[in-house]
T-cell receptor, first 114, second 115 residues
Framework: ETGVTQTPRHLVMGMTNKKSLKCEQHLGHNAMYWYKQSAKKPLELMFVYSLEERVENNSVPSRFSPECPNSSHLFLHLHTLQPEDSALYLC?????????????FGPGTRLTVL | AQSVTQLDSHVSVSEGTPVLLRCNYSSSYSPSLFWYVQHPNKGLQLLLKYTSAATLVKGINGFEAEFKKSETSFHLTKPSAHMSDAAEYFCVVSERNQAGTALIFGKGTTLSVSS
């Protein structure tokens, strides 16, 4: 295990639902990330947090809302999603937001939007 | 901007034969490069990384990669494939931006291993 956990592992939701994805890291890292992994496409970076402050938002639709209450926890709040938002959502952490740092990934949440 | 190209979307080998997964990158400065592996229904696991030290990098599970600046390549190799190596492999280059850093992922190469 990498020390990064994600819940739930699978989620099915309708377009009018509101749900949240949770990520927790037990590594003492200061940076956390959300990625979207769609079939046949490269991983897409969605959000970056460093010391609980958002430092990157890659033009993600507002129906995705991140929250980082402390350096160990990261949430992704979902509302009024579209079927094309169905994907594997991966959380990652690293000691610092720095080019040479490797990132440690959680197992992901498989999201299906009906 | 940095980018990474994985030249093969799918590689098939027999158990016990060598593995070669190809990756080319573009970068305006000395990059950090990584290979990650993703087994079905699992997250990504780091295999190895290059950060301007030795050009031949050894990783876990017998994998290694060689950084060749003149060819802008970072190919992943293993002398003898094992059935458990069947997975998706991602070549990754780091990019500096306003936030500090971002990882740029290739599209992935699916490795199949037959007995």
């Amino acid at each position: 295990e990498t020390g990064v956990t994600q819940t739930p592992r699978h989620l099915v939701m309708g377009m009018t639902n509101k749900k949240s994805l949770k990520c927790e890291q037990h590594l003492g890292h200061n940076a956390m990330y959300w990625y979207k992994q769609s079939a046949k496409k490269p991983l897409e970076l969605m959000f970056v947090y460093s010391l609980e402050e958002r430092v990157e938002n890659n033009s993600v639709p507002s129906r995705f809302s991140p929250e980082c209450p402390n350096s160990s926890h990261l949430f992704l709040h979902l509302h009024t999603l579209q079927p094309e938002d169905s994907a594997l959502y991966l959380c990652a952490s690293s000691p610092l937001v720095w080019a040479g740092n490797e990132q440690f990934f959680g197992p992901g949440t498989r999201l299906t939007v009906l | 901007a940095q980018s990474v190209t994985q030249l093969d979307s799918h590689v098939s080998v027999s158990e016990g034969t060598p593995v070669l997964l190809r990756c080319n990158y573009s970068s305006s400065y000395s990059p950090s490069l990584f290979w990650y592996v993703q087994h079905p229904n699992k997250g990504l696991q780091l295999l190895l990384k290059y950060t301007s030290a030795a050009t031949l990098v050894k990783g876990i599970n017998g994998f290694e990669a060689e950084f060749k600046k003149s060819e802008t390549s970072f190919h992943l190799t293993k002398p003898s494939a094992h059935m458990s190596d069947a997975a998706e492999y991602f070549c990754v280059v780091s990019e500096r931006n306003q936030a500090g850093t971002a990882l740029i992922f290739g599209k992935g190469t699916t490795l199949s291993v037959s007995s």
